[in-house]
């Protein structure tokens, strides 16, 4: 099956650090797309990268995606406390639906 | 907002008694989803209406049951359920048509549900 794994599970930084954070996956993509999930809410899209691309940059967020080694990156820059959340990837297979990791949990702390 | 709308946000029920959640989005598209999320698990996707028709159902117990009148509404019907049920329940919906779930997806703020 599909399931992505996010790496780490969880992660605690200083407000300005950078935060990373890895999604593996099995199966060949049609693209990969990161989430944002404040605690006890739903997830927010942040981000689509589609196969045939290797970065994409949305403000402070970067994406990189490496079909070869079947892996995504998330890169938050300068983190702020506001950023602590669970950041979730998922994955478009070309199947009927979209494939969720467990997420990381990133705290940020002023 | 993400023009996704759930109701109720809370819910506690024991589990001889039937309630519904009920999702509504405003953003003009055509699929929708719900999906469950427990503590330290996956999301787990249940339920996937397409114009209005049951395209997915993941190995659901039937003690959940969807409903989707319209491309805006859909309810989850729920009777008979245990304790480890209480979730937090998550609607989407997604642009979608013919190509399947691939779109990209937005979330409702869920419904907090606790099985007594």
């Known amino acids: 099956s599909q399931q992505g794994e996010e790496d780490p599970q969880a992660l605690s930084i200083q407000e300005g650090e950078n935060a990373t954070m890895n999604c593996s996956y099995k199966t060949s993509i049609n693209n990969l797309q990161w989430y944002r999930q404040n605690s006890g809410r739903g997830l927010v899209h942040l981000i689509l990268?589609?196969?045939?691309?290797r970065e994409k940059h949305s403000g402070r967020l970067r994406v990189t995606l490496d079909t070869s080694k079947k892996s995504s990156s998330l890169l938050i820059t300068a983190s702020r406390a506001a950023d602590t959340a669970s950041y979730f990837c998922?994955?478009?297979?070309?199947?009927?639906?979209?494939?969720f990791g467990k997420g990381t949990m990133l705290l940020v702390s002023p | 907002e993400t023009g996704v709308t759930q109701t109720p946000r809370h819910l506690v029920m024991g589990m001889t008694n039937k309630k519904s959640l009920k999702c509504e989005q405003h953003?003009?598209?055509?699929?929708m989803y719900w999906y469950k999320q427990s503590a330290k698990k996956p999301l787990e996707l249940m339920f996937v209406y397409n114009f209005k028709e049951q395209t997915e159902n993941n190995s659901v117990p039937s003690r959940f049951s969807p409903e989707c009148p319209n491309s805006s509404h859909l309810f989850l019907h729920l009777h008979t359920l245990q304790p480890e049920d209480s979730a937090l329940y998550l609607c989407?919906?997604?642009?979608?048509?013919?190509?399947?779930?691939?779109?990209?997806?937005?979330f409702g703020p869920g419904t907090r549900l606790t099985v007594l």
């Open positions: 990268i589609r196969s045939n691309e």
């Open positions: 998922a994955m478009n297979s070309g199947y009927s639906t979209l494939t």
């Open positions: 989407a919906s997604s642009r979608e048509g013919a190509s399947g779930g691939t779109d990209t997806q937005y």
């Open positions: 953003l003009g598209h055509n699929a």
